[in-house]
């Protein structure tokens, strides 16, 4: 693990509203290459991961639909999701995936 | 692996399909059959209509007495139509179900034997009700030729109206809802069948989700484009959580109402940018705004002498909306002492060093610079303090100038050899005649005279070109003295409102003063040395003041940083003795640079030489009301008549002449 991203990561996770970070290898099966945080432990964790990347596939395939099919080079680059308690923030690309839980009233 | 379940997810996902098609061919099927249907003759719908619901009834009510209880009805001439009929039909209508089943079955074989079985039990238990309906309507479409045919008939029938009495007189209409039913029931009962194999699917693909193997995971990590995907989506994810605005948050739940600290302070630190690696033991020297996002800003660092690895000279573009760290990083081999934003483009960055060297970073590219001028006599061996870029966007050069009085213009693309070199030289200085430029500043709308101030505190006027009565180089024969230690600071008043200032100059000076001075007109050179006295002198500062700015807005503010760490904020028009705003910044270290943003002058960036970078609000203090520049005019005037009585600028004055 390169220092420079260890560094990164570590400050995005001590943020002082964020819940944790999930770092996805996009692709079938969809893999957890890293995680910080309690809420993306275990069984939760590969839930979170399975949900994010369906969300982002689906946006992806709504994405294509409306444009046609010359697709003009359009992709997802970043999504916020904000439900009742949480906000998840989601930046994707072909291959990873980063996402963000965070709570925005602390 | 992966492989092969993902070609078994495909093999299922073409069978969906399938499934879906033959769906549709059936239901093509059917309207047509409908159609006939309506196309064919009424004249005996109703015996028709009573033949049917005595099969729906007998269905309805038990499904065993249905075939018993139709055949007494039925008459002997026409069974054996209706038989070979319905026969057909029926071989049609098992056939499509067949092939459907067909379908169902293959499928089952490749998904998950278990759970698939379940499921198609359960698919079997749905289709048995609606199985019958299709013979019902098989039987419909018989009789329909039967009375067409023979209506002598008709009497025979009439004898069995005891039987056909007991049936319920449905119309038509209903049958055919009740056909529609069946069908939508059978559709959905497709419906789900499809959707609970996709579900299949999905449950499939969710445990095919598995973890990563060590070297997977190092072959990953190690991967340079997936470095390069942390690096943006991080800086991404950071600009969104520093948004800090709660989206969803609800006005009307009452929140504390704890009084606010900040509450009549008029100026308000936004933040201070401050990078534990690139920062630490550093100090901040010089301090710009991008021209073209206002939420950059960019910081010259000086070396850290306690970290031999890292490069000398760092500069670092930082963003308000990412306040962990910086937008980006580049590195120098000597210290930056002056940095500028290239106003034309806003990619570029230029840097002045110690060693002399002029770099040009671009922000699309890494750490090192993409340009830098050679260490050779040709351009600056001395620390270059000063640089300024002048002209417009189609002729546009960089003015920069070290402490051996060393003035170069650059052309931003060439920078291999400087287009014009100035050695400012003053015959009265003894021993050398070198000009030490600590600062310089062209006025507003000028790009071939500037100002200069010196390590000897005097301010002298340059050219860049020969000129009319004048020489190219130093003015020899002006001398703004006033400042009796080396100037920091100077600054031409902006070009902006109703009047003209732009004759107006701030210097300061570690003499802890500021002063202000009026421009000698270039219209008519003097051709005899001839000393300038500024025209007023602010001695509120207890220490080195080490920058003075005009602010861009209002004509008559003004703002210093001094040595003590205080950002002073003046405006002539309310008093010229105090500032109007005295803040101390920090941890009271001193404040090197202070840079107003390019667009209103709301925000001032000052860079400390505690290696930070800090941003303060000044709020609706910079906003000028119409009157100001009449004001300011009357003050000026005030300052200039008035400083005769004025002791403090009539005393700084005759000292020193007297002291020449």
Known sequence: ?106 | MSDKRRAEIEAKRAKLAELRKARADRQRAETERRQSDTGGPSIARRDVDDLVNALVGGLSSTSDVTPSSSLPGTPPRPAPNTLSGYSALSISGRLSRQSDVGSDRPSIGTTLVQSVNSATDHVIERTMIPRFVPDLIDVEQELYELPQRERVIYNKEVQTTAVETESPTFREEDIRQQIQRDLEAERNARDDDLEEESIQLEKEIEQEMRELTEEERASILAAPEFLDFVEQSSKILQRALNDGYDYIRDYTIGADSGGDDSEGKRVKRVCAFYDERYGKNRSVTDVDWSPKYPELSIASYNKNPAALNEPDGIVLVWNLHLLERPEFVFHSQSDVLSVTFSPFHSNLVFGGTYSGQILLWDTRSKHLPVLKTPLSAAGHTHPVYAMQMVGTQNAHNLITSSTDGTVCSWLVDMLAQPQETLELVHAGHNKTGEVAITTLDFPDNETTTFWVGTEEGNVYQANRYDRAGAKAGLNQYDIYKGHSGPVMGLNFHPLVGPVDFSDLFLTSSVDWTVKLWRAKSLAKPSTTAHTIAPIYSFDEADDYVYDVKWHPAHPAMFGTVDGSGKFDLWNLNTDTEVPTVSTNVGSGRAINKLEWDRKDGRRAALGGSDGKLYVYDIGDMGIPRESEWTDMQKAVAGIVGGGQTNGVVDGEATRIVAGR
């Open chain 1, 1 to 106: 693990m390169p220092p420079e991203l260890e560094q990164t990561l570590s400050l995005l996770s001590s943020h002082r509203s964020v819940l944790g970070y999930l770092l996805l290898s996009r692709g079938h099966p969809v893999c957890i290459i890293r995680y910080s945080g309690v809420i993306f432990e275990g069984e939760q964790g590969k839930k979170y991961a399975s949900a994010i990347s369906k969300i982002v596939e689906s946006v992806q395939a709504g994405l294509e639909e409306v444009n046609g099919p010359d697709n003009d080079g359009d992709e997802v680059r970043f999504m916020r999701i904000r439900t009742k308690r949480h906000e998840i923030m989601i930046s994707p690309d072909e291959r990873y995936l980063l996402a963000v839980l965070h709570d925005p009233a602390t």
